[in-house]
């Protein structure tokens, strides 16, 4: 049986005024990167043939960052939802950067993801498209059970236990409130069924707009199957909406980045004290003392032993040079250079091999000045 193609979107039009900011919030970063491009990251394991970014509230910006970083291998088309009436008319401004597609992607499937995702993994993307199409349905969502849902949207079942609509909390009874299982707003659509789903929706709601999530009644009154596949870690499916939801996303991003430097032979004495930019690159054998701070495009050789309180911005660090107190910017220190403590190496320096640069050398010594 032919495998049916599938196209994306991103949804990446909002203003994101809870973040209080004058950066777009799809372009607020963690762990030195925008937001927006680990949701694309997260698209680049599926076998997706185009990709429509939907751009709004600082669109200029949000375009030029994702052509100059996003992953090569996404085909990746902007359309702009010039009047933010929320995220059904997002969709469908997108799908008509879709028009133009093939009969076959026309017969195909679409994924629908927030651009405010960070921390979504490309094994759950993977996993609701296959759940998708094994089972056959109009429309399979993304959710996720908490034990204190507040402010997310509920999925309701009718009494055959099929999902039958998507309620947003400002609009939800007091009974609907206390369902547990929550809408994450990543969902997987026969193509051909959204654009007439979506002709069916009214902004009749507490905030006046076309929501996406009410696409799912317009189905399961239709009579189209709608199914769901429950994330395993709930944090996964973060939005971020403000500076807070930012902190805790950054912390698990983080984690993540440690983890797998440290299984590749990266010694941490304190990870939860050592802050590393996913550009970041380090070889074996690195030690990493607590207060590190690694941005950039730092490059790290292997033997080489940072800190206590080392903050290097795009630095390159030779094999066995040796780190303290040290703040720098687009430095170059050469292999078994000993720096610090308490130095602050000007932007452009280039220390040689075997250099001491410290309060306790001389200039150009190898012993106390």
Not at 3 to 29: D, N, Q, Y
Request: glycine fraction near 10%.
């Amino acid at each position: 049986m032919k495998r049916r193609p599938l196209s994306a979107i991103v949804l990446a039009a909002g203003e994101g005024t809870r973040m209080r900011s004058a950066t777009p919030k799809p372009l607020h970063r963690l762990c030195g990167r925008p937001m927006v491009l680990y949701v694309l990251d997260a698209l680049r394991a599926l076998t997706v043939e185009r990709v429509v970014v939907v751009v709004g509230h600082g669109s200029t910006e949000i375009v030029k960052t994702i052509q100059t970083e996003a992953p090569q291998q996404l085909a990746i088309e902007f359309v702009e939802q010039f009047e933010p009436r929320g995220t059904g008319e997002a969709t469908a401004v997108a799908l008509t950067g879709l028009s133009g597609s093939s009969t076959d992607l026309d017969e195909g499937d679409v994924i629908v993801l927030p651009g405010d995702m960070p921390l979504l993994g490309r094994g759950t993307l993977s996993s609701l498209v296959e759940a998708h199409r094994a089972d056959g349905g109009a429309a399979t969502l993304l959710t996720a059970h908490l034990d204190r849902p507040n402010g997310y949207s509920r999925i309701v079942r009718d009494k055959d236990e099929r999902v039958a609509r998507i309620v947003d909390e400002p609009d939800a009874t007091e009974l609907e409130r206390q369902i547990g299982e929550v809408a994450t707003n990543v969902y997987c659509f026969r193509h051909g069924v959204l654009a007439p789903a979506l002709r069916r929706l009214s902004p009749y709601n507490s905030l006046g707009e076309y929501y996406l999530t009410d696409t799912i009644a317009v189905l399961h009154d239709a009579g189209y199957a709608v199914t769901t596949v429950v994330v395993p870690d709930p944090a996964t499916a973060l939005e971020v909406n403000d500076r807070a939801q930012l902190a805790v996303a950054e912390a698990e991003l983080r984690k993540r980045i440690n983890t797998r430097w440290m299984r590749r032979g990266v010694t941490m004495w304190d990870p939860e004290r050592t802050y590393l930019d996913a550009s970041v690159r380090l070889d074996a054998d690195v030690t990493l003392l607590p207060g590190v701070i690694l941005e950039g495009a730092t490059t790290v050789g292997r033997g080489a032993v940072l800190g206590p309180s080392v903050h290097l911005v795009d630095c390159e660090v030779a094999p066995g040079a040796t780190l303290s107190h040290t703040v720098a910017s687009h430095a170059v220190i050469g292999e078994q250079c000993s720096v610090g403590p308490y130095v602050v190496l000007e932007k452009g320096t280039r220390l040689p091999p075997g250099e001491r640069r410290g309060p306790f050398f001389a200039p150009g010594g190898d012993g106390p000045g």
